[in-house]
Each structure stands twice: as structure tokens, then as C-alpha cells.
């Protein structure tokens, strides 16, 4: 079996290299030129793909940046990515123009799995049209269906082997192809009756988080307000054994995924007469975010007769999230920005990131960024830092993780 997989990114190349690591043949397909040359090299960009696993999927591995190899394949899973346009609406252009080159290259007996987060109806309405430029009909001559991605950048203890694969086939013979390529490389597939099914599945999944964040985002704007700590009282609900779960508030969402997918739901709901409330709300709500961050800090600053203009503001970890160096969406950037607006004399320091472009900016050493610090700001909390021994030395820190064990200290702020 040979399987091609377009997009080599957060998601394609944890999906090459499974495949590769099962003894499948591999086509990994970007258009971008150096990361096919890194991979060549076995190098990984992505955190969770190491080059060890990379050098030793090599074999099985082949990289290409021309979708005409891809007439050789059984099956093609398709992992470009799905943005927002600047006015918020879902941008399918990478994935239009994935379909559409793949349209000139498939053949009959081919299987087609999209696995790129969209709303439902795209790949009926949306990819199989272009798939069928070639004469081919979907269901008929190759098989087409929707498979969510559901990795967590940089999550060791769930990975695609062991997180259920769920499955949705323009016909039952799709979605039985599908399921017969996954259980390659995952322990348990799920069938769902349609891709509409499936694709509604995945954003279901990302809605249910971004709305619970924006629900004790929103306790954290009211408890600022009523001098309550807000980490005092999830962890007191996190006790309850049922009926709870955890959700912990922070300086907003950011990644490929929560800041966007909701609102490709959002957009269909409209053409049925629908406006999705909650999620919009809820990207109301964590949208909100950073500035709350950016005025708690000015506040601090104020309680100690300092200024943002001209302070010097420590900032820790510009990821979106702990363990990874993917900054898309990161709320650190807005944070960057307003305080650079305000006149703040920012540094940073990432393990995971060594340079943010936009703002012409490196990462200092942990010591280097401390020194002199007016302001410590925590805004993503990476492993293998010691917030607490921070915290003991800074002459004040604002926490935005709730990471750090002593909020009695006076130097000590909590989000
Ligand atoms: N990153 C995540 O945590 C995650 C999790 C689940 C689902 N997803 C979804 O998976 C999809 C991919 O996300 P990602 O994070 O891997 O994106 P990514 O940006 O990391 O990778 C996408 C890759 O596709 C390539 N590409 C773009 N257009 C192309 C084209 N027309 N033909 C070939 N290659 C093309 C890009 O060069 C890039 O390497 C998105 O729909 C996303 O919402 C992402």
C-alpha cells in the first residue's frame, strides 16, 4: 500500500511518519520547498516528531512538492491548512487549491480522506466537485471521506495511535476503505454515517472547549472585579467527582485551531438562518482577553507607582500554549504589541521559540530577560521552569497561568 499525505505540517507529519512507522510507503506532498528539504535531510520542525523518528521513517518517506506522484498512491489525506480571511470568514483557498491539483493528477480506485478542520458540507460540496473535473465520480470511481485530525501539539500520553479515529464516507464503501486505512496506524475507528457528520464531530470538539474557556474567562473579568481569586474556586469545583469539568482561564486562545475552527461554524449556521450565539459570544469573550491582561498589568504597575511607559517587562514563553513553539494566534502577540503601543520596554524568553519576526525580536536567556525586570509576566507557563523560585526574586510578577504556588506574596499578581 502506498498513501500520500498533503500537507506536511503540525498534522501531516505526525501522519507521514505513523504511516511510515507501520511499513506503509509514503508521499508527503508540500508546497513549501524547505520543509520537504528538511525532511529530506531528517530533519523535524515539529516538536512531536523527533529526527530519530524521523531518520528512521526516512526510508518509508518520500517528499515531493509536485502533486503528479500522487497518481501513484492507493489513498491521499489531505492536511493543508484551514485559516480565517481577515474579516473572520473560513479561507479555503489552500484547500481549493489542494483539490484542484489533486483533480488533475487522481485516478479511479483512488481513496481521498480530508482531514483539514472544516464545516460540514465541504468536502461533499466543496472538494468532491474539483475531484470530479476529472471525469471520476466520487463514491463511484474513488472513495471520499472526512477523517478529523485530533492531535494535541506536544501531548505524549493520547497521539493518533490511541485516540479513536472517527470516520464519516460519502458512501458505506468510503467510509469502510477509510476505516480499513486507519486501523493501520490507530486502535479504534469510529464511523459516523456521513463527512457532514464527521466534520460537525471535530468542531463540536473545539466549540465545547473555546465556549467552557470563555465561560470562566468571563468568571476571571467578574472576579477581578469582586477581589476573588479565580484559581481559588475552580480548583475548590475541581473537587466535585461528577458533573465538573476543569477549565482554567488565561490571557486567550491561540493555535491553528480553537481562535478559528469555531468560527467556520459559525459562518455555515448563517446560510440556515442561524447565528451561532455562544460561539460567537465566546470568541467575543477570549478576543478579550489580552487587553484585560495589558490593564491588569497597568494596574499593577500603578499599585506601585510605576508607569508601563518606559518599564521593563520580562515576558515568559510567547507560544500559545506550554511545550510547542507554534505561535499562531498567540495571545502573547497581542500583548507584545499593546504594550510596545504603551511604550513598554519588552524581552521575552521561549525555549520553544527563538525569534518573533514581526516584532524583529529573540529570545534572551532566562537570566539576561529577568535582570532588571520592573514586571515578570507569565503568559505561557513551559515545562522545566521554576516559576516559584522566579516569583521568590522578582520585584513583581504578574501570573496570567496561575502557575505560580505563592499568591499570598506581595510581589505575587494572579490573572
Ligand atoms: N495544529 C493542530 O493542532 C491541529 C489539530 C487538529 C486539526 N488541525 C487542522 O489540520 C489542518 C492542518 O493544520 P496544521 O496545523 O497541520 O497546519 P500547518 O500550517 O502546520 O501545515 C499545513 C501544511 O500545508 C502546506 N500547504 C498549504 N497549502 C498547500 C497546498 N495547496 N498543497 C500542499 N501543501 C500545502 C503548508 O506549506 C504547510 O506545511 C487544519 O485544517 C487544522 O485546522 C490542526
Same mark, same amino acid.
Given at each position: ?71 501513484? %498512491?492507493? !489513498?491521499?489525506? =489531505?492536511? +493543508?491548512? @484551514? *485559516? ?7 479561507? #479555503? ?91 493501520? %496506524?490507530? !486502535?479504534?475507528? =469510529?464511523? +459516523?454515517? @456521513? *463527512? ?7 468542531? #463540536? ?110 515576558? #515568559? ?99
Amino acid at each position: 500500500m502506498r498513501v500520500g499525505v498533503v500537507g506536511l505540517g503540525y498534522v501531516g507529519l505526525p501522519l507521514a511518519v505513523a504511516f511510515a512507522a507501520a511499513g506503509v510507503e509514503v508521499l508527503g506532498v508540500d508546497l513549501d520547498e524547505d520543509k520537504a528539504e528538511a525532511i529530506a535531510a531528517g530533519r523535524s520542525y515539529i516538536e512531536d516528531v523527533s529526527d530519530d523518528a524521523l531518520q528512521a521513517a526516512r526510508p518509508r518517506l518520500s517528499v515531493s512538492s509536485d502533486y503528479g506522484a500522487l497518481a501513484d %498512491v492507493d !489513498a491521499v489525506l =489531505i492536511c +493543508v491548512p @484551514t *485559516p480565517l480571511t481577515s474579516n473572520r470568514e473560513p479561507d #479555503l483557498a489552500p484547500l481549493l487549491g489542494c483539490a484542484r491539483a489533486l483533480g488533475a493528477v487522481l485516478r479511479a480506485g483512488q481513496l481521498v480522506v480530508l482531514e483539514s478542520t472544516t464545516y460540514p458540507g465541504t468536502t461533499r460540496e466543496r472538494v468532491a466537485p474539483l475531484l470530479e473535473a476529472t471525469g471520476l465520480r466520487a463514491g463511484v470511481d474513488f472513495n471520499l471521506a472526512f477523517s478529523p485530525e485530533r492531535v494535541d501539539p506536544g501531548r505524549t500520553d493520547y497521539t493518533l495511535a490511541n485516540t479513536p479515529k472517527v470516520v464519516g464516507g460519502l458512501t458505506d464503501a468510503c467510509g469502510d476503505r477509510a476505516e480499513q486505512l486507519y486501523r493501520t %496506524v490507530c !486502535a479504534e475507528v =469510529i464511523r +459516523v454515517a @456521513t *463527512p457532514e457528520a464527521a466534520e460537525l464531530t471535530k468542531l #463540536l470538539e473545539n466549540v465545547f472547549r473555546a465556549v467552557n474557556i470563555a465561560l470562566v474567562n468571563e468568571l476571571a473579568l467578574l472576579t477581578d472585579r469582586m477581589g476573588i481569586d479565580i484559581w481559588e474556586v475552580i480548583d475548590a469545583a475541581s473537587t466535585k467527582p461528577y458533573g465538573f469539568m476543569r477549565f482554567e482561564p488565561g490571557p486567550g486562545m491561540g493555535g491553528h485551531c480553537l481562535p478559528v475552527d469555531p468560527f467556520y461554524l459559525s459562518w455555515r449556521a448563517r446560510e440556515f438562518d442561524m447565528a451561532a450565539e455562544f460561539i460567537e459570544l465566546a470568541g467575543k469573550i477570549n478576543q478579550q482577553m489580552p487587553y484585560h491582561c495589558v490593564a491588569k498589568l497597568q494596574r499593577t504597575l500603578n499599585d506601585r507607582g510605576q508607569a508601563v511607559r518606559g518599564a521593563r517587562i520580562a515576558l #515568559l514563553g510567547v507560544s500559545y500554549k506550554p511545550g510547542v513553539g507554534d505561535v499562531r494566534e498567540s495571545p502573547a502577540l497581542k500583548i507584545i504589541k499593546l504594550l510596545r503601543e504603551l511604550g513598554a520596554d519588552v524581552v521575552y524568553h521561549d525555549p520553544y521559540v527563538a525569534s518573533l519576526e514581526v516584532f524583529a525580536m529573540r529570545s534572551e536567556p532566562l537570566e539576561q530577560a529577568l535582570a532588571g525586570a520592573d514586571l515578570v509576566l507569565i503568559v505561557t507557563a513551559h515545562p522545566g521552569i521554576d516559576y516559584d523560585a522566579i516569583a521568590a526574586r522578582a520585584a513583581c510578577l504578574l501570573d496570567l497561568r496561575g502557575v505560580v504556588a505563592a499568591p499570598g506574596s506581595p510581589q505575587v499578581v494572579r490573572l
